[in-house]
């Protein structure tokens, strides 16, 4: 298997020098404008992300054993993308791992590697459970995986429930590592319907601001984000997890979204329209995402966040002391009454191997 992870890492490596990734069969083919090097080309371009490998041959053994269990936790994935081909698989699983990087671990491939394993290793049931009442309203979480292309190897959705009429909160991605949990991105991808149930939840959850500033920047975050990112971290401290990530800016991500539209932009569209748009759209996903964790600070204070200056990364460390207050975040900190069941699963797949 070796050489199957060593002609799938280079094969990504040298297509991603020309900024052009084909993977799949020639009748459905993926095509990603993702552009890298690796600190062991000679190539040098101070516009592209580079890898950085310490020790190739330790690299390519923690790749190999990555693949394996990614193979495994992804193997819907082939079906998904139309991918029949063992090395096309590996392929994409690669390009991936890469694309999912910050600057941090670009620089730290080994350690990187290691990390992502481990959080796959981490397996967190997936189903519908029901987990408590809100304002008269029953509650349930859905676990599902995501596809191995989406930063994180897990979402969580919350469904409210009311005669036959369900109002969902954004979803959270996030993945596991030990008591660490890693927190991708709360999105809300216009899941709000136009039902009386969702706009009754949405005037209510706007209770959330009560008290706050809204000049600050903890004021500036969706309500709902807010209130999906409350039960969350309420289901986190059940489940032993004290510490919650934000990890930083993904440049490799960043860029192949932006090459994309730029390989497809619209004749009339300039260059730089394109490239100001997708700033502008990073910038504020970015910092409303980093404003939840403010926001949750300002109101839970024994829970503290800091910022690594070496990772880059947001660190918010849980404290499980109910705190009380006039605000309705309160209500939802104590209503989620679950706890994640979470099996490491790395002792069972080296006993495997």
């Given at each position: 298997?070796?050489k199957?992870?060593?002609?799938?890492?280079?094969?990504?490596?040298?297509?991603?020098?020309?900024?052009?990734?084909?993977?799949?069969?020639?009748?459905?083919?993926?095509?990603?404008?993702?552009?890298?090097?690796?600190?062991?080309?000679?190539?040098?371009?101070?516009?592209?992300?580079?890898?950085?490998?310490?020790?190739?041959?330790?690299?390519?053994?923690?790749?190999?054993?990555?693949?394996?269990?990614?193979?495994?936790?992804?193997?819907?994935?082939?079906?998904?993308?139309?991918?029949?081909?063992?090395?096309e698989?590996?392929?994409?699983?690669?390009?991936?791992?890469?694309?999912?990087a910050?600057?941090?671990?670009?620089?730290?491939?080994?350690?990187?590697?290691?990390?992502?394993?481990?959080?796959?290793?981490?397996q967190?049931?997936?189903?519908?459970?029901?987990?408590?009442n809100?304002?008269?309203?029953?509650?349930?979480?859905?676990?599902?995986?995501?596809?191995?292309?989406?930063?994180?190897?897990?979402?969580m959705?919350f469904?409210f429930t009311?005669?036959?009429?369900t109002?969902?909160?954004?979803?959270?991605?996030?993945?596991?590592m030990?008591?660490?949990?890693?927190?991708?991105?709360?999105?809300?991808?216009?899941?709000?319907?136009?039902?009386?149930?969702?706009?009754?939840?949405?005037?209510?959850?706007?209770?959330?601001?009560?008290?706050?500033?809204?000049?600050?920047?903890?004021?500036?975050?969706?309500?709902n984000?807010?209130?999906?990112?409350?039960?969350?971290?309420?289901?986190?401290?059940?489940?032993?997890?004290?510490?919650?990530?934000?990890?930083?800016?993904?440049?490799?991500?960043?860029?192949?979204?932006?090459?994309?539209?730029?390989?497809?932009?619209?004749?009339?569209?300039?260059?730089?329209?394109?490239?100001?748009?997708?700033?502008?759209?990073?910038?504020?996903?970015?910092?409303?995402?980093?404003?939840?964790?403010?926001?949750?600070?300002?109101?839970?204070?024994?829970?503290?966040?800091?910022?690594?200056?070496?990772?880059?990364d947001?660190?918010?460390n849980?404290?499980?002391?109910?705190?009380?207050?006039?605000?309705?975040?309160?209500?939802?900190?104590?209503?989620?009454?679950?706890?994640?069941n979470?099996?490491?699963?790395?002792?069972?797949?080296?006993?495997?191997k």
């Amino acid at each position: 298997m070796l050489k199957d992870t060593r002609d799938a890492f280079e094969y990504v490596a040298n297509s991603a020098k020309e900024g052009e990734i084909h993977i799949g069969e020639k009748d459905s083919e993926w095509i990603f404008y993702v552009q890298f090097l690796t600190n062991l080309q000679n190539d040098k371009d101070d516009d592209k992300s580079v890898l950085h490998i310490a020790d190739e041959k330790n690299f390519l053994r923690l790749l190999d054993k990555y693949l394996v269990v990614a193979r495994e936790f992804y193997h819907n994935d082939k079906e998904y993308f139309g991918i029949k081909d063992d090395n096309e698989f590996n392929k994409k699983l690669v390009l991936d791992l890469v694309v999912n990087a910050t600057n941090f671990q670009l620089n730290n491939m080994e350690k990187y590697v290691e990390q992502k394993t481990k959080i796959l290793q981490n397996q967190v049931q997936c189903g519908t459970f029901y987990i408590g009442n809100y304002c008269g309203i029953p509650i349930k979480c859905e676990i599902k995986k995501n596809q191995s292309n989406l930063e994180g190897p897990y979402r969580m959705d919350f469904d409210f429930t009311k005669d036959n009429i369900t109002f969902k909160l954004p979803v959270v991605t996030f993945g596991i590592m030990d008591n660490i949990c890693f927190i991708y991105a709360v999105q809300n991808k216009s899941r709000i319907k136009d039902t009386t149930l969702a706009k009754k939840l949405d005037r209510h959850f706007r209770k959330l601001n009560k008290g706050i500033d809204m000049d600050s920047d903890e004021a500036h975050v969706s309500t709902n984000a807010l209130a999906s990112f409350a039960l969350f971290l309420s289901i986190l401290k059940q489940s032993d997890i004290d510490t919650v990530i934000a990890p930083a800016f993904l440049p490799i991500r960043y860029d192949g979204r932006k090459n994309a539209q730029l390989k497809h932009k619209k004749e009339e569209t300039t260059i730089e329209e394109i490239i100001e748009n997708i700033n502008r759209e990073q910038e504020n996903m970015t910092q409303k995402f980093i404003n939840l964790f403010l926001r949750y600070e300002h109101h839970f204070e024994n829970s503290v966040l800091s910022y690594d200056e070496t990772t880059q990364d947001a660190v918010l460390n849980l404290d499980t002391e109910i705190e009380k207050g006039d605000n309705i975040i309160y209500d939802l900190d104590t209503t989620a009454k679950f706890h994640l069941n979470i099996q490491d699963k790395s002792y069972e797949q080296e006993i495997e191997k």
